[in-house]
């Protein structure tokens, strides 16, 4: 059993309105023995665009503009109360999901040391400064036709690539085809479509001994598989992957340890075994 949920929002996440209090409670309801709260922290990450403007807004780096900015005094201090109020009943830990972008990079190695962190999330949810959540992020392969999702998701690959290259400061990478997600007309694809970038991704991840993210944000998206799929997983254990953190992405109680048992079912059908979880970025092996 996944008895951890190493990846969820609450209201100090700029997409999420739910009280921490809230989300623990529905852990502990569920019989979880472990909530990581990973609050958004996406740097330069723009503001809404404004009406009739073509682009989004201005960068804002972590400033109140930031629609994914951080209060992270704010955030520490909630989570102090909240770990020593329920201690009796579920661990609880710190941790934060950092977007990546190449301007966060020295902002993120700083506050990465000032605060006690126990787990941190890199994930890519910007690619060349547009989210693929947006159209205007797909806009740009339209004048390609059919080929604008396969470029767009094409992108994003090397994109992750290039921030693996050039940043190390995490524990694990999460929902590597978030952008399966938003991608016009395609809701699914093939690992040999991608293989190229994705081995060159998962042998990064394995070289750095980093872990891949198990998202079961997937389901709850109606995918009907985890982030990333069962493909990617498979090639990243023949590749010699071990490492697997596991994360519903929950921005809200009823989503805590979404699908977690057809999740288990599908890593232990993989060969897997474990799942790292983490404590002051250690990492701990525990039985699936
Ligand atoms: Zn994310
Ligand atoms: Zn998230």
């Given at each position: 059993?996944?008895?951890?949920?190493?990846?969820?929002?609450?209201?100090?996440?700029?997409?999420?309105?739910?009280?921490?209090?809230?989300?623990?409670?529905?852990?502990?309801?569920?019989?979880?023995?472990?909530?990581?709260?990973?609050?958004?922290?996406?740097?330069?990450?723009?503001?809404?665009?404004?009406?009739?403007?073509?682009?989004?807004?201005?960068?804002?780096?972590?400033?109140?503009?930031?629609?994914?900015?951080?209060?992270?005094?704010?955030?520490f201090?909630?989570?102090?109360?909240?770990?020593?109020?329920?201690?009796?009943?579920i661990?609880?830990?710190?941790?934060?999901?950092?977007?990546?972008?190449?301007?966060?990079?020295?902002?993120?190695?700083?506050?990465?040391?000032?605060?006690?962190?126990?787990?941190?999330?890199?994930?890519?949810?910007l690619?060349?400064r547009?989210?693929?959540?947006?159209?205007?992020?797909?806009?740009?392969?339209?004048?390609?036709?059919?080929e604008?999702?396969?470029?767009?998701?094409?992108?994003?690959?090397?994109?992750?690539?290039?921030?693996?290259?050039?940043?190390?400061?995490?524990?694990?990478?999460?929902?590597?085809?978030?952008?399966?997600?938003?991608?016009?007309?395609?809701?699914?694809?093939s690992?040999?479509?991608?293989?190229?970038?994705?081995?060159?991704i998962?042998k990064?991840?394995?070289?750095?001994?980093?872990?891949?993210?198990?998202?079961?944000?997937?389901y709850?998206?109606?995918?009907?598989?985890?982030?990333?799929?069962?493909?990617?997983?498979?090639?990243?254990?023949?590749?010699?992957?071990?490492?697997?953190?596991?994360?519903?992405?929950?921005?809200a109680?009823?989503?805590?340890?979404?699908?977690f048992?057809?999740?288990?079912?599908?890593?232990?059908?993989l060969?897997?075994?474990?799942?790292?979880?983490?404590?002051?970025?250690?990492?701990?092996?525990?039985?699936?």
């Amino acid at each position: 059993m996944i008895k951890a949920d190493c990846h969820l929002h609450t209201s100090f996440s700029g997409d999420s309105t739910a009280p921490m209090e809230q989300m623990i409670e529905q852990a502990i309801r569920l019989g979880l023995s472990r909530l990581c709260f990973t609050e958004h922290l996406d740097w330069d990450y723009p503001a809404p665009k404004p009406q009739g403007a073509d682009s989004a807004g201005e960068a804002t780096g972590n400033g109140p503009q930031n629609p994914l900015s951080l209060d992270l005094p704010a955030y520490f201090k909630r989570f102090e109360e909240l770990s020593t109020h329920y201690r009796s009943q579920i661990e609880l830990r710190f941790g934060i999901e950092l977007g990546m972008i190449e301007s966060g990079y020295a902002a993120y190695h700083t506050l990465l040391q000032r605060y006690p962190f126990d787990f941190v999330i890199a994930s890519s949810h910007l690619v060349d400064r547009l989210d693929p959540y947006y159209p205007e992020f797909w806009q740009s392969y339209r004048q390609k036709g059919n080929e604008a999702a396969r470029l767009g998701v094409e992108r994003y690959f090397a994109s992750t690539l290039e921030h693996l290259i050039a940043y190390q400061n995490f524990d694990t990478y999460a929902h590597l085809d978030y952008i399966i997600r938003y991608a016009p007309g395609k809701r699914s694809y093939s690992y040999a479509e991608y293989a190229d970038s994705l081995d060159a991704i998962l042998k990064r991840l394995i070289e750095l001994e980093k872990a891949l993210e198990v998202n079961t944000g997937g389901y709850k998206y109606g995918l009907g598989v985890p982030n990333p799929q069962p493909e990617v997983l498979r090639r990243y254990r023949e590749l010699g992957g071990e490492l697997i953190t596991s994360g519903s992405d929950a921005h809200a109680p009823e989503h805590i340890a979404y699908d977690f048992a057809i999740c288990r079912e599908l890593l232990s059908s993989l060969g897997f075994r474990y799942y790292a979880v983490y404590d002051k970025r250690s990492r701990n092996m525990w039985k699936l």
